[in-house]
């Protein structure tokens, strides 16, 4: 694999209220990104600024939602070390999910490495408070600029962090969901 290129934020944002923080609202500086092209893997392994990505309206995950996301956390200990919770088996579970839906396995441990150079990069936005940590979303989507039905022949890869507090900010109450038992659209 290659070597993960870094470039640098030159804005840093400035950090929220640890104190008062909702679930996935905002994001550290960086994310890490990379490319998966059939015939030659996954390419490209780079930490960049957070940032929007450019997709065209055909992209296959807009289409077929080729995609899969995982989530796990960062926390700080007492002495500030900062702690990843089981990162291998989150990148075991991405990779599950990534045979179910015909995308490119990932390298787990490099997907470990980036993630632990990435964090190092944005420490400062891993929450010094209780009940709260970083919140790390990796997620892989299809971008093949095809609306016809096959897996994709390219997809991205990303890690973005957000420091977040408690998903429920009211505490584990019950979720209204709708489950509809007559009409499907797809079997």
């Not at 996935?24 to 030659?40: I, K, L, P, Q, R």
């Not at 579970?93 to 839906?101: E, G, I, K, Q, Y």
Request: charge should be negative; hydrophobic fraction near 40%.
């Amino acid at each position: 694999m290659e070597q993960i290129k870094v470039t640098l934020t030159e804005t840093p944002k400035q950090l929220p209220d640890f104190n008062d923080l909702p679930f996935g609202t905002y994001f550290s500086d960086h994310m890490f990104v990379m490319n998966y092209v059939a015939g030659e893997g996954w390419i490209n392994p780079r930490i960049v600024p957070y940032g929007p990505f450019e997709l065209d309206p055909s992209c296959m995950v807009f289409h077929y939602a080729q995609e899969i996301f995982e989530g796990l956390k960062a926390y700080r200990t007492a002495d500030g070390t900062i702690q990843l919770f089981r990162p291998y088996e989150n990148f075991k579970r991405l990779n599950n999910s990534a045979d179910r839906l015909c995308i490119p396995k990932v390298d787990v441990d490099f997907c470990v490495d980036a993630l632990k150079q990435l964090v190092e990069i944005d420490k400062r936005w891993v929450p010094t408070v209780e009940n709260a940590s970083l919140y790390i979303r990796p997620f892989v989507f299809a971008t093949d600029h095809h609306v016809g039905v096959h897996a994709s022949h390219t997809y991205t890869f990303c890690i973005i962090l957000s420091p977040s507090g408690s998903y429920y900010k009211e505490g584990i109450n019950p979720v209204s969901i709708m489950i509809e038992d007559e009409d499907v659209r797809a079997v």
